[in-house]
């Protein structure tokens, strides 16, 4: 019997410019609760693809890093903004078409 016909395929994760995302890529900290080591969650944007399934991400704390999508979580806009920052509006003029 051949086996390679069954393999599941994970759909391709598509970030583009300008979208908000997060990566556990910051330094290292001690997690009493867990077992191991942890890294710290951090905030960003997507600047550019510069490889296939590699993008270049400025982070909320001033760095760029260049890392795979597999490593990478698509957030929501408002995202870790601190509570006294106003979040961006989506649209106050939308109208109804029926």
Not at 16 to 26: D, I, L, T, Y
Not at 28 to 54: I, L, T
Request: aromatic fraction near 8%; glycine fraction near 8%; avoid cysteine.
């Amino acid at each position: 019997m051949e086996q390679g016909g069954n393999r599941r395929t994970a759909p391709q994760k598509r970030l583009v410019v300008n979208q908000r995302v997060s990566g556990a890529v910051g330094e290292f900290y001690e997690d009493p609760s867990a077992k191991r080591r942890q890294r710290q969650r951090w905030f960003g944007h997507v600047v550019r693809a510069v490889g296939e399934k590699r993008y270049l991400v400025r982070f909320d704390n001033g760095e760029e890093k260049e890392l795979a999508s597999s490593v990478l979580k698509v957030e929501s806009m408002v995202a870790s903004i601190p509570p006294d920052v106003l979040p961006p509006s989506l649209g106050t003029s939308e109208k109804k078409l029926y």
